[in-house]
């Protein structure tokens, strides 16, 4: 495995010391916002993760190495390049490395990197789930199932809300994936607080987070938990002009006939574009209240 995974020496000192650490995904970089929005946030997340006390471990691959922990010009890389750097979920992970590539991971691939490295929690805006109309199209995000199979903790606004929240909320029952709604008894929807659909259970904190994830992994279930975290009040957007904007960017995406991987940065662009810059600036400050829970969560953790 050494030859394969690079652990930067920030974030190799905390896992020796027992420092809480927090990973951050590389594809919002790459492919979630345009430069130089994506090179700021980035660097914003890592500082507060920094503030509250934790390390954060931003995981990308770099000419064929698995990156745990990135430097301030590899970020910069990745930034600049956007989507040019190919968009790597599990499957892709041995192509990429063998050919020596570049790839921004996306939650699936980043929590398997990271649970390589041993690192617990994850944060990021929303992750994948079912695609609307995925009756016919059998089209399910990877994060789905590794989230059934690797033992990390992924904190996020919910489901983003391009996707079938009910269909995602009843696949994550049948794989056994816990959901927690972080103060809240239904699914944030990712651009506005929340959805109609209840969680399972609601959480009161960072240490009630800490000691399910602890129960949860001692007695062998494997897998991670969704805790879903919903976005600051006060960035909190409209939830018909979200909608509104959603139809239309799902209709023009089927109308040019946009399938795989290629569909959900469409849709945030073309979203951003609908609300002139709204959904965007939204999508940001979610991530950042992301990294401030997350890093709570961490602390707590490893104090158990």
Request: hydrophobic share 40%.
């Amino acid at each position: 495995m050494n030859n394969y995974i690079k652990i930067s020496n920030e974030v190799k000192n905390a896992l020796e010391k027992n420092i809480p650490v927090v990973a951050l995904e590389s594809t919002i970089i790459s492919h979630g916002m345009p430069y130089p929005k994506n090179l700021e946030t980035a660097l914003n997340c890592e500082k507060i993760i920094r503030d509250n006390g934790c390390v954060p471990a931003t995981i990308a691959i770099i000419k064929g190495q698995l990156c745990v922990g990135l430097e301030h010009d590899e970020i910069e890389y990745l930034a600049k390049e956007g989507v040019k750097v190919t968009k790597v979920s599990r499957r892709d992970i041995p192509v990429i490395v063998a050919r020596g590539l570049d790839g921004a991971t996306t939650v699936a691939a980043t929590m398997y990197i990271a649970s390589l490295a041993g690192i617990k929690i994850f944060a990021t805006g929303g992750i994948g789930g079912v695609h609307r109309g995925a009756e016919i199209s059998m089209d399910i995000s990877a994060d789905l199932d590794e989230l059934s199979n690797t033992n990390v903790a992924v904190v996020c606004a919910g489901v983003k809300a391009i996707l079938d929240l009910e269909k995602t909320l009843e696949y994550l029952e049948t794989k056994g994936v816990i959901v927690l709604g972080y103060g809240v008894d239904n699914l944030p929807d990712f651009y506005t607080r929340e959805s109609k659909y209840k969680v399972p259970y609601k959480t009161i904190g960072a240490n009630d987070c800490a000691k399910i994830l602890n129960v949860k992994w001692n007695i062998g279930l494997k897998g991670g938990a969704l805790i879903c975290n919903p976005i600051p009040k006060e960035y909190s957007l409209d939830e018909n002009v979200m909608n509104d904007a959603i139809d239309k960017a799902l209709k023009s995406m089927n109308d040019l006939g946009i399938t795989g991987k290629d569909q959900t940065p469409y849709l945030l662009k073309t979203i951003v574009e609908l609300t002139n810059g709204a959904s965007l600036d939204a999508n940001i400050k979610l991530v950042y209240n992301n990294c401030k829970v997350a890093s709570d969560i961490a602390k707590e953790l490893y104090k158990l």
